[in-house]
């Protein structure tokens, strides 16, 4: 994680400025698996939030990613020191495509 740059310009994502809380940090997830990471901690997600969009958001928040377990846009993986991981999966990267498709309608 040490090496993930990330844009605010992705490609392939979403404009960030489209996107609600729990979306922003799907979108960060995706990012990531795009350029190959498979999971990122909570704090992993926030600061790659503040370094790449200047913004701060604290555990709880990124961890309310738990309100889209049941509906597969991601999955919590425990890690060896007792901590987890988030992890994209399909209907979290089909989701991201769905708001980029409403945001393009706008515009």
């Known amino acids: 994680m040490k090496?993930?740059?990330?844009?605010?310009?992705?490609?392939?994502?979403?404009r960030w400025s489209a996107l609600g809380q729990i979306d922003k940090y799907l979108w960060v997830l995706e990012a990531g698996h795009k350029k190959g990471i498979e999971g990122l901690t909570a704090a992993e997600i926030r600061h790659?939030?503040?370094?790449?969009?200047?913004?701060?958001?604290?555990?709880?928040?990124?961890?309310?990613?738990?309100?889209?377990l049941k509906q597969g846009h991601v999955r919590k993986v425990r890690l060896p020191e007792g901590s987890h991981a988030w992890q994209i999966l399909k209907g979290g990267k089909d989701h991201l495509k769905e708001v980029e498709a409403q945001a393009s309608l706008k515009r």
């Open 3 to 14: 090496n993930l740059a990330l844009s605010t310009d992705e490609p392939g994502l979403p």
């Open 48 to 68: 790659l939030i503040f370094a790449t969009f200047r913004e701060s958001h604290k555990a709880n928040q990124v961890n309310n990613l738990a309100t889209r």
